[in-house]
């Protein structure tokens, strides 16, 4: 009962530092990485706490229960799949995909067979090598012609299209990132692959803002359609992520279902580990408002990967 008093004098102050400094300070940063988790301890707190017969501590864990599950209402309410959707025929849809496929993968044949049972138009990856990247599009030519590999050091950044590529180069700051245009048949769409450091350090997450901030201030001069997805290291609940957030929707968050965890599929630092279960959601795909998300998925196989892929069918609005 000392324990589940002292969780919650820490979930209460927790609550109040997301308001300030938030992300500036580290356990905050922390915490919201694993907010999911807190969410479900919460519960299994409030269940200690009623049993034991603490009436201030269960009101008081009552409340931190709603305003976490406030949080995470959207992901958390199912989904109703529109028949409207289904019925328009796929002229007027883009699926897209993002796989962070890990430095050390050389699974070429195994990520060529999933790409094609996904069957998207256009394919962010990242962490790729050119161990993997020759065997790769040597697999995949064929079905996405357009390939652009960026100018970085290994590991690369890789974009596969069935349409017309054009690459440009990123703007000051925008570290690590892709900058294309895509000729699709509705018309062209910008598209930014990222893959951004860690947050865990405080050079980390202040390089990571500056990442986001200049991948935000070129969608902010963008007309048309844009997508924005990768590996953006950070989840749904910390500050950096409202840097893409304020501006483009989150696809999982508008259509998906579940708290949608990408990382880590297996643990590769030193042997190859299973994880039960992934624990975080840090690949995301954004989209601006010219398109209507339809339908959201995590691949449940990472292929010798520690990321998950992430897929995404999109409908054009206008």
């Not at 907010?35 to 707190?45: C, M, Y």
């Not at 002229?91 to 790409?115: C, P, W």
Request: hydrophobic share 45%.
């Amino acid at each position: 009962m000392a324990a589940t008093s002292v969780f919650a004098i820490a979930m209460v102050a927790w609550n109040i530092s997301r308001l300030y400094p938030g992300d500036h300070w580290l356990p905050v940063r922390l915490g919201n990485f694993v907010a999911p988790w807190l969410f479900l301890v919460l519960l299994v707190a409030l269940a200690v706490a009623w049993l034991g017969r603490r009436p201030w501590l269960s009101r008081l864990l009552a409340l931190l229960v709603l305003v976490s599950a406030l949080r995470f209402l959207p992901v958390l309410t199912p989904r109703l799949s529109s028949p409207d959707a289904q019925a328009n025929a796929p002229v007027s849809q883009l699926r897209v995909m993002t796989f962070n496929v890990h430095f050390s993968n050389r699974d070429a044949l195994g990520i060529a067979d999933l790409v094609r049972a996904e069957t998207p138009d256009i394919v962010a990856f990242q962490e790729c090598t050119m161990d993997l990247i020759t065997p790769l599009h040597a697999e995949l030519g064929g079905e996405y012609p357009y390939f652009l590999l960026d100018d970085g050091e290994t590991p690369r950044l890789v974009l596969m299209s069935r349409y017309p590529l054009q690459g440009y180069i990123p703007p000051p700051g925008a570290w690590r990132t892709q900058w294309a245009q895509v000729e699709t048949p509705l018309g062209l769409v910008t598209v930014w692959n990222v893959h951004s450091s860690s947050s865990l350090s405080q050079r980390a997450w202040e390089w990571q803002r500056e990442v986001f901030s200049a991948v935000a201030n070129q969608v902010d001069g963008d007309k048309g359609p844009v997508l924005v997805l990768g590996d953006f290291n950070t989840t749904d609940h910390n500050d950096n992520y409202r840097l893409m957030a304020d501006r483009l929707t989150d696809v999982h968050r508008a259509v998906g279902w579940g708290f949608g965890f990408t990382f880590p599929r297996r643990w590769l630092d030193g042997q190859d580990v299973s994880m039960a279960t992934p624990v975080l959601r840090i690949d995301h795909i954004f989209i601006s408002d010219h398109w209507e998300p339809l339908e959201t998925h995590v691949v449940t196989d990472g292929l010798g990967s520690d990321h998950l892929p992430v897929v995404a069918t999109l409908r054009w609005r206008y």
